[in-house]
């Protein structure tokens, strides 16, 4: 009995277990290899000017203070935020105002039409960009719309076009993530006691008002997550630009993410290419800080 | 209490959403469909019935047989051992403690949220060096590590939730920590174990970046790659692109339907960290 109570305690869960680190090993490893140290290397390039072929030569923090200087590297940063109403702002938007509207229903075939609005979150991008691509072209479906309803003079080549080519781009990513903060604040709508609306209605309450005390706190921690999922989803951007536009036309779709590879890839900066991928990381981690900070009111 | 005007509202909202959500995934079928060579842009029903001869041209033109089989390896290989690997990770994480543990768990968070770009590009020339580029390698090992960081973040938290009680039992059996792990928990972990890997899937499937990197080799493309190309070389078959869309989405979407709490229980839950 002795025993078995030793031995139980010594091999309590929780308790000190070196072969823990045996379990963990073989992840940490490939992970330590493939992801942690090549971004160590991606914050040493950064600091260099290296042409990907010849001897780089030290830059020390001469590649960052280009991503404020150069025009060329300020207007993809700009953009990328420009992007963020389109995929951030504008989803969250929408999917809070139709969650208000819809909140106080049971809805029933919810599976269906949940299926349905989270299918693009599914897709590739690649395929996303290519049916949008169609879409969006000057004999596309949007131009036969216009024209069909009487519009024939908004028709436009959307891609193509230096003022319209990022609105449309970016209307590709409220597509995309509309129908997953839908799902979100639908979700959480449900999840709201009854009581709380029935509450507000007795005290007069308007829809509106209803909306600011009742739903809108009720929605708290599924804005934050969606927030974050459609800001990192919107930064990391690269496949729909690269399918779309190559950020395209001159620079005028040109992202952050489209802009490390073209540099890397296809101009030779390479320290250059690796700036903007830190700084990309950099601006990530600070916005979905903020956000958890912010929406959630998290204390430090 | 509930007025009708209201119920209509709310049912017209979603059947106008579900409809904006569903027109470019009809476009393309559609057009998958369509003649080729048609110029309308679909929306219409196919003339002359369904057109299936453009799948076995994106099939046999397109060489989408040969990235079909690749990305059905690519995607096997990181599944499997992201799998495996990220069990045993969030096991130790979730049960044991070891000194350390709290830091090297974080490691592995902060993987959620860094962006690819910010590791393209040494990992290119770390491979090339290595002379790696080019092969199946250089997509399937950063994968394996980016997988990584849902995975055991994921699996973590399930094993953290598995109940202490069947832990015990199992080791007053005298069972050790590897049998209580796959012949106890790991059976008893299906969902959880069974949202990450469709992920996983999902995630290698859909990877472009890394393949239009890693790859310059024809035979060895992946099928968002294919497409890729084939959308730059063949511009003006719409119906051939449409169909290669079509091979590349359904896969996915097949799983996705089957299985859709699991893809976005996964999907939403990828964002909430500590």
């Given at each position: 009995?002795?025993?078995?109570?030793?031995?139980?305690?010594?091999?309590?869960?929780?308790?000190?277990?070196?072969?823990?680190?045996?379990?963990?090993?073989?992840?940490?490893?490939?992970?330590?290899?493939?992801?942690?140290?090549?971004?160590?290397?991606?914050?040493?390039l950064?600091l260099l000017h290296w042409d990907g072929l010849t001897r780089a030569t030290w830059a020390?923090?001469?590649n960052?203070?280009?991503?404020?200087?150069?025009?060329?590297?300020?207007?993809?940063?700009?953009?990328?935020?420009?992007?963020?109403?389109?995929?951030?702002?504008?989803?969250?938007?929408?999917?809070?105002?139709?969650?208000?509207?819809?909140?106080?229903?049971?809805?029933?075939?919810?599976?269906?039409?949940?299926?349905?609005?989270?299918?693009?979150?599914?897709?590739?991008?690649?395929?996303?960009?290519?049916?949008?691509?169609?879409?969006?072209?000057?004999?596309?479906?949007?131009?036969?719309?216009?024209?069909?309803?009487?519009?024939?003079?908004?028709?436009?080549?959307?891609?193509?076009?230096?003022?319209?080519?990022?609105?449309?781009?970016?209307?590709?990513?409220?597509?995309?993530?509309?129908?997953?903060?839908?799902?979100?604040?639908?979700?959480?709508?449900?999840?709201?006691?009854?009581?709380?609306?029935?509450?507000?209605?007795?005290?007069?309450?308007?829809?509106?008002?209803?909306?600011?005390?009742?739903?809108?706190?009720?929605?708290?921690?599924?804005?934050?997550?969606?927030?974050?999922?459609?800001?990192?989803?919107?930064?990391?951007?690269?496949?729909?630009?690269?399918?779309?536009?190559?950020?395209?036309?001159?620079?005028?779709?040109?992202?952050?993410?489209?802009?490390?590879?073209?540099r890397a890839f296809?101009t030779n900066q390479v320290g250059s290419a690796a700036?903007?991928?830190?700084?990309?990381?950099?601006?990530?981690?600070?916005?979905?800080?903020?956000?958890?900070?912010?929406?959630?009111?998290?204390?430090? | 209490?509930?007025?009708?005007?209201?119920?209509?509202?709310?049912?017209?909202?979603?059947?106008?959403?579900?409809?904006?959500?569903?027109?470019?995934?009809?476009?393309?079928?559609?057009?998958?469909?369509?003649?080729?060579?048609?110029?309308?842009?679909?929306?219409?029903?196919?003339?002359?019935?369904?057109?299936?001869?453009?799948?076995?041209?994106?099939?046999?033109?397109?060489?989408?047989?040969?990235?079909?089989?690749?990305?059905?390896?690519?995607?096997?290989?990181?599944?499997?051992?992201?799998?495996?690997?990220?069990?045993?990770?969030?096991?130790?994480?979730?049960?044991?403690?070891?000194?350390?543990?709290?830091?090297?768990?974080?490691?592995?968070?902060?993987?959620?949220?860094?962006?690819?770009?910010?590791?393209?590009v040494?990992?290119y020339f770390?491979?090339r060096y290595?002379?790696?580029?080019?092969?199946?390698?250089?997509?399937?090992?950063?994968?394996?590590?980016?997988?990584?960081?849902?995975?055991?973040?994921?699996?973590?938290?399930?094993?953290?939730?598995?109940?202490?009680?069947?832990?015990?039992?199992?080791?007053?059996?005298?069972?050790?920590?590897?049998?209580?792990?796959?012949?106890?928990?790991?059976?008893?972990?299906?969902?959880?174990?069974?949202?990450?890997?469709?992920?996983?899937?999902?995630?290698?499937?859909?990877?472009?970046?890394?393949?239009?990197?890693?790859?310059?080799?024809?035979?060895?493309?992946?099928?968002?790659?294919?497409?890729?190309?084939?959308?730059?070389?063949?511009?003006?078959?719409?119906?051939?692109?449409?169909?290669?869309?079509?091979?590349?989405?359904?896969?996915?979407?097949?799983?996705?339907?089957?299985?859709?709490?699991?893809?976005?229980?996964?999907?939403?839950?990828?964002?909430?960290?500590?």
């Open positions: 009995m002795t025993a078995l109570r030793d031995r139980y305690r010594r091999r309590a869960p929780g308790e000190p277990r070196a072969i823990g680190y045996l379990y963990v090993l073989p992840a940490l490893a490939l992970y330590g290899v493939f992801l942690l140290y090549p971004f160590g290397q991606s914050v040493w950064s020390g923090f001469g960052y203070a280009d991503l404020f200087t150069d025009p060329s590297l300020r207007a993809p940063f700009v953009h990328a935020l420009v992007l963020l109403l389109f995929y951030a702002a504008l989803p969250v938007a929408i999917g809070l105002l139709l969650a208000a509207v819809m909140s106080r229903i049971r809805v029933k075939g919810m599976t269906f039409f949940r299926t349905v609005l989270f299918l693009p979150q599914v897709l590739a991008m690649v395929v996303v960009g290519v049916a949008w691509r169609s879409i969006l072209a000057p004999d596309g479906l949007l131009n036969d719309t216009l024209k069909a309803v009487g519009l024939g003079s908004l028709t436009r080549a959307w891609l193509g076009d230096y003022d319209w080519a990022l609105p449309a781009v970016g209307a590709v990513g409220t597509w995309v993530e509309t129908g997953l903060c839908m799902v979100l604040f639908l979700a959480g709508t449900q999840r709201i006691p009854r009581e709380l609306y029935e509450a507000a209605r007795i005290d007069g309450a308007g829809a509106i008002r209803e909306f600011f005390s009742v739903t809108l706190p009720g929605l708290r921690a599924e804005t934050a997550v969606a927030l974050t999922l459609t800001i990192v989803a919107g930064l990391r951007n690269f496949d729909l630009i690269y399918i779309t536009t190559s950020g395209g036309p001159g620079n005028s779709t040109s992202v952050p993410a489209y802009e490390v590879y073209h296809e700036a903007v991928g830190v700084a990309l990381t950099v601006l990530i981690f600070a916005l979905t800080v903020t956000v958890s900070r912010l929406v959630e009111g998290r204390r430090s | 209490m509930i007025s009708r005007t209201e119920r209509g509202a709310t049912y017209a909202i979603l059947t106008l959403f579900a409809v904006i959500s569903l027109t470019p995934v009809i476009g393309i079928l559609s057009t998958a469909f369509g003649r080729q060579g048609a110029l309308g842009t679909g929306f219409s029903l196919p003339e002359g019935g369904l057109h299936w001869g453009n799948f076995a041209d994106a099939w046999t033109r397109g060489h989408f047989a040969t990235y079909l089989s690749n990305s059905l390896l690519v995607t096997l290989v990181v599944v499997v051992v992201t799998a495996v690997l990220a069990i045993l990770a969030g096991y130790a994480f979730g049960v044991m403690s070891f000194p350390g543990s709290t830091v090297l768990f974080y490691l592995f968070v902060i993987g959620l949220t860094l962006p690819q770009e910010a590791l393209v040494p990992l770390d491979l290595v002379e790696l580029t080019d092969t199946y390698w250089a997509l399937i090992l950063p994968q394996i590590a980016q997988s990584l960081a849902f995975g055991v973040f994921w699996l973590r938290a399930y094993f953290r939730g598995s109940a202490r009680s069947v832990i015990e039992a199992a080791r007053l059996d005298g069972a050790s920590t590897w049998t209580t792990l796959w012949w106890i928990l790991v059976p008893m972990g299906r969902p959880a174990i069974t949202t990450m890997i469709v992920i996983t899937f999902m995630w290698t499937w859909n990877e472009f970046l890394m393949a239009l990197v890693m790859i310059s080799n024809e035979s060895l493309r992946t099928v968002p790659l294919g497409l890729a190309f084939f959308q730059g070389q063949h511009t003006a078959e719409t119906s051939l692109l449409a169909a290669a869309s079509v091979l590349i989405a359904l896969p996915v979407v097949v799983v996705y339907v089957a299985l859709q709490r699991r893809f976005i229980e996964g999907i939403l839950t990828g964002a909430v960290k500590e």
